[in-house]
DNA sequence: TGAAATGTTGGGGCG
DNA sequence: ACGCCCCAACATTTC
């Protein structure tokens, strides 16, 4: 082989149209080896859906890489040796990748990074996840922002990091004979025995085309709908983007270009596309929060938070993890959630709020639970909003605001039909009741087939005086 | 990107 | 006609 070839490492970037570090590999008219390595040893290893995800995305790019000419190859092991390691067996002369945000894993790309250089090998990294990179959004006294909204207002005024998208590559040059490669299915990421991924199959079309798809069909018939709409778990206003994004099957930049071109067009009205980019905007601000605290998976921001008088209540974390607590829209969002491995936002803040403030149940319990059953687990959204619904982030929401469970319900699934969806055996339930089965009428719940506390549970705690339980805690701590 | 408690206002019933 | 009370509706405050 004539001409020492160039790597690219792929991670959360899983696509081949609009990634930096392969459309520079390509550049280099070297033969690219395009690598996937699996770390089981990486510091938050990715959960048990992400991995379904992870199996099915891999298989995608191998194949979009395959028809436009190169082989995925795929290794195990400590990701730093792995690499270094086909440097030299390739004798490779460039190395690519698309940056990561959190220290851990910063660090031992940095590490590498410089090894790899002292070996003499050029090693380049990218921007292939965000918006724009933390430090390119500073406040006027040039820290970061801590607050969304100046966040995402400076944001608009700087624009993206990219105008223009690299194209969908059609043909990339591998080298004659091709580096050997682990079998994917030799990894089983995939669910056996049970196979408890049925539903999400039936759901998800993981790849970069599934995603393209999905992004199409947001922007052809929901986005309009988007800003009012979104609340709304009964109704599939959402882009549903989110397990696409964390994967890097598209990136941010290639909504916030495909939004504009559709605003161009005058399909869609400045109000919802930019209610929507603020959103998409949301996950950039989580890195930031992520790449400059490197504790934000595992410890409070607010740091008397670590002194809030949680409860040990195993028996809790069941009944929410099952969706068993009695309270409708709580259940249906956990049993939405364990099926599909996705949960609508709305009642994410709902779920978490209870996990929380009505149980007392330490955050990152939740944080740990929607990490291993989410397919968009992602470590930046999942720990930034962890922390934001127990009010102990950055801009978070107040420790008071407890959200009422009952009355979330009635007024973001007024008619009942996304418990219905999801709580099966509650869907005779006539609306006035759907959200409290507990204060229908004896005749009522007869009439609908229900025996509470055997068909369907009473209500695991009284909320009223969880909320009241709570709020004393957080007295405890404001005063400590 | 709450909810509950408390305060204010104004219309209607009624003596 | 008037004052008084009740209470729904809305606004403000508090957690």
Redesign the pocket.
């Known amino acids: 082989m004539a001409e020492r070839p160039a790597i690219v490492w792929f991670r959360n970037d899983l696509r081949t149209e609009d990634n930096p570090a392969l459309h520079a590999a390509r550049e280099t008219g070297a033969p690219v080896i395009p690598i996937y390595i699996l770390d089981k040893d990486i510091a938050h290893f990715p959960g048990a859906a992400s991995l379904w995800w992870l199996h099915h995305s891999l298989s995608s790019l191998a194949g979009d890489l395959k028809n436009a000419g190169a082989k995925l190859i795929y290794r195990s092991g400590k990701s730093a040796d792995v690499l270094k390691s086909l440097v030299k067996e390739t004798n490779a002369e460039h190395v690519f990748w698309n940056r990561r945000y959190y220290a851990k894993h910063v660090e031992i790309d940095k590490d590498l990074k410089s090894d790899l250089k002292a070996g003499g090998v050029a090693v380049e990294t990218f921007n292939g996840t965000l918006l724009r990179e933390p430090w390119e959004v500073e406040t006027a006294s040039g820290g970061p922002y801590r607050v969304?909204t100046p966040f995402w207002k400076a944001l608009k005024q700087l624009g993206p990091a990219r105008a223009h998208m690299r194209p969908n590559l059609r043909k990339i040059v591998g080298p004659a004979n091709p580096p050997k490669s682990e079998k994917l299915a030799s990894w089983n990421l995939l669910p056996v025995n049970p196979d408890w991924a049925t539903e999400i199959a039936e759901t998800w079309s993981p790849g970069e085309q599934g995603a393209r798809d999905r992004l199409n069909h947001f922007l052809n018939d929901n986005i309009n709908d988007y800003a009012d709409g979104r609340?709304r778990p009964d109704k599939d206003f959402t882009s549903r983007l989110s397990p696409h994004l964390s994967f890097g099957e598209i990136g941010p930049l290639q909504i916030w270009s495909a939004v504009h071109d559709k605003m161009a067009d005058g399909k869609v009205s400045d109000k919802a596309a930019m209610k929507f980019l603020s959103?998409v905007a949301?996950r950039d601000f989580s890195y930031n929060l992520l790449f400059y605290n490197d504790d934000l998976p595992d410890k409070p921001l607010r740091e008397n938070f670590a002194n809030y008088p949680w409860r040990d209540d195993r028996d809790g974390l069941k009944a929410w993890r099952k969706g068993e607590t009695g309270y409708p829209i709580v259940d249906a969002g956990m049993r939405q959630l364990w099926r599909t491995g996705w949960m609508h936002?709305?009642v994410r803040?709902i779920v978490a709020?209870f996990l929380i403030k009505d149980l007392l149940i330490p955050w990152q319990k939740g944080e740990a639970w929607f990490w291993d059953t989410l397919v968009d687990a992602d470590l930046a959204n999942n720990s930034a909003s962890w922390q934001?619904v127990a009010g102990c982030g950055a801009?978070a929401?107040?420790y008071?605001?407890?959200?009422?469970?009952?009355?979330?319900g009635e007024?973001f699934d007024p008619e009942g039909q996304y418990v219905r969806e999801f709580v099966p055996e509650l869907k005779n339930l006539p609306a006035k009741y759907i959200h409290a089965p507990w204060k229908a009428p004896e005749s009522v719940l007869e009439e609908a087939d229900i025996v509470l506390g055997k068909s369907y549970p009473n209500p695991i705690i009284d909320?009223?005086k969880a909320?009241e339980r709570a709020?004393?805690g957080?007295?405890e701590i404001k005063s400590a």
Do not use: G
């Not at 008071?400 to 979330?408: A, D, E, K, L, T």
């Open positions: 969304y609340d959103e949301w936002n709305r803040m709020s934001w801009d929401s107040p008071f605001r407890i959200f009422n469970p009952v009355s979330q007024k909320h009223a909320r709020l004393e957080y007295k």
